[in-house]
């Protein structure tokens, strides 16, 4: 079983169960966890699934690609671990992944 | 005096579903007149996704979002649609009576409709700027931070600071440049999502010293009763600074909202419209809601989902259109009256 944590804006942390294969956006979706808006639906075309991944996680779940990191420009706040996480794939190697959501998406 | 304008239908949303309940009621004879906030039609399709494919339509193993807008606007062309960009719709009086329903619709550029019939297909709700999360940032909206530029005048002598990089960004840069004293363009990263040649005349003006460009992001605005005097800013190096300005313009793109209609006396669900499934109406007769927009056991958001639903709509919007009339079901493929309202009999 894969776990993922969300850790809100006002520090409220929720550690949900994510299938392989899905995407931490639609796991978040899933499990009604507030902060993540995805208007798009996925299709990194809205930045309103933004992230912060956890310094000790950003290693493993690797940077953005250059269309998300152009979609990360109508993002808020964005720091050096942003990431959008409808293109974050869970994997096995990211049980235990932890990422924090903005105060606001859109 | 505002002119009346007078028609069967009102659409509310220019996206797919909107589209193609011109085409389902233009075959019963219900003209129908759009309204959008976009200055383009397609919604979602044409906004978010133009050139991702789709492959869910029936009938296209793929085509692209902008794809599907092409293929529909030409597939209702022979009913006449008229268009309403660059609007949205405002308040709604009910005129008639639930068996014969009649509806005055105001938009925000004061156009006044009066429908017999209006269908909601409003998406995810209207496209409107996103507004950064900047503490005290509603005091100097309207004033001296604005998300979109109706006129260039009033920014003629002011020092403008213009954050994104995105294309809207880059344009009123160099739009904005000629008459302002002085414009900045602050963004994230010395990388753009914008036209390359837009691009290239921005860097053309930072190295001839004609406008500046700042690496970083607004953390907070200076300035006293709405007028602003300085954004503070956290460069790339997680420095804090000042940019002296009299105003700012963000550009972060569009978010969706419910908007005026949530003021029509509509219930609601989570910002959608509860309907039923044979007729697809509101709770208010003669109100359709299809598309995303709706809510319904079972609903799925698919362009198709919404397709189907126009098309039920648009039966017992004929019955208020047209009370005393029969409605004849026929296939576009056999019959000659429907094939002449196309156009290829």
């Given at each position: 079983m894969i776990h993922v944590t969300y850790i809100d804006s006002k520090g409220t942390t929720r550690t949900v169960e994510a299938q392989e294969g899905s995407t931490v956006m639609e796991t978040?979706?899933?499990?009604?966890?507030?902060?993540i808006e995805a208007e798009c639906g996925g299709a990194c075309a809205c930045a309103t699934c933004h992230v912060y991944v956890a310094p000790e996680w950003s290693g493993i779940v690797g940077g953005p690609s250059q269309m998300e990191e152009d979609m990360l420009d109508f993002a808020f706040e964005v720091r050096p671990t942003s990431r959008l996480s409808c293109q974050i794939k869970v994997t096995p190697?990211?049980?235990?992944?932890?990422?924090?959501?903005?105060?606001?998406?859109? | 005096m505002t002119e009346i304008i007078k028609t069967d239908a009102?659409?509310?949303?220019?996206?797919?579903?909107?589209?193609?309940?011109?085409?389902?009621?233009g075959l019963l004879d219900i003209k129908?007149?759009?309204?959008?906030?976009?200055?383009?039609?397609?919604?979602?399709?044409?906004?978010?996704?133009?050139?991702?494919p789709i492959y869910d339509i029936p009938g296209f193993p793929i085509i692209t979002g902008q794809g599907i807008v092409d293929n529909l606007i030409k597939q209702i062309a022979p009913f006449g649609p008229r268009f309403h960009y660059n609007e949205m719709v405002e308040g709604l009086e009910i005129l008639g009576t639930p068996e014969h329903p009649a509806f005055c619709v105001r938009t925000d550029a004061d156009k006044v409709f009066e429908a017999k019939v209006v269908i909601v297909a409003?998406?995810?709700?209207?496209?409107?700027?996103?507004?950064?999360?900047?503490?005290?940032?509603?005091?100097?909206?309207?004033?001296?931070?604005?998300?979109?530029?109706?006129?260039?005048?009033?920014?003629?002598?002011?020092?403008v600071l213009i954050?994104?990089?995105g294309d809207s960004a880059l344009d009123w840069v160099l739009n904005l440049h000629p008459v302002a004293d002085r414009v900045t363009?602050?963004?994230?990263?010395?990388?753009?999502?914008?036209?390359p040649h837009s691009v290239n005349a921005m860097r053309a003006l930072v190295a001839d010293k004609k406008m500046d460009f700042v690496l970083g992001q607004v953390t907070g605005l200076k300035g006293e009763g709405g007028q602003l005097t300085a954004a503070s800013v956290r460069g790339e190096d997680a420095s804090v600074f000042d940019i002296a300005c009299d105003t700012m313009l963000p550009f972060f793109g569009l978010t969706m909202k419910l908007g005026p209609i949530a003021g029509w006396g509509l219930n609601l669900h989570e910002n959608l419209v509860p309907v039923d499934t044979e007729k697809f109406e509101s709770n208010v007769p003669g109100i359709f809601a299809i598309g995303d927009i709706n809510t319904y056991p079972g609903k799925l958001k698919l362009i198709l989902s919404g397709f189907h639903e126009a098309a039920l709509a648009a039966q017992k919007a004929f019955h208020y259109v047209y009370p005393d009339k029969k409605l004849l079901f026929q296939y576009t493929t056999s019959s000659t009256s429907l094939q002449k309202k196309l156009g290829v009999s």
């Open positions: 978040a979706l899933r499990n009604s966890v507030p902060e190697a990211l049980d235990g992944l932890v990422v924090n959501t903005p105060a606001k998406q859109g | 009102l659409i509310v949303g220019a996206g797919p579903i909107g589209l193609f309940a011109v085409f389902e009621l129908a007149q759009l309204v959008d906030i976009l200055p383009k039609p397609g919604g979602q399709c044409a906004e978010l996704y133009p050139e991702k409003a998406g995810g709700g209207s496209f409107q700027p996103k507004k950064p999360p900047i503490a005290g940032i509603d005091a100097y909206e309207g004033r001296s931070v604005f998300y979109a530029v109706r006129r260039i005048e009033p920014f003629r002598g002011k020092r954050v994104g990089g363009l602050l963004h994230r990263r010395d990388a753009f999502r914008a036209a």
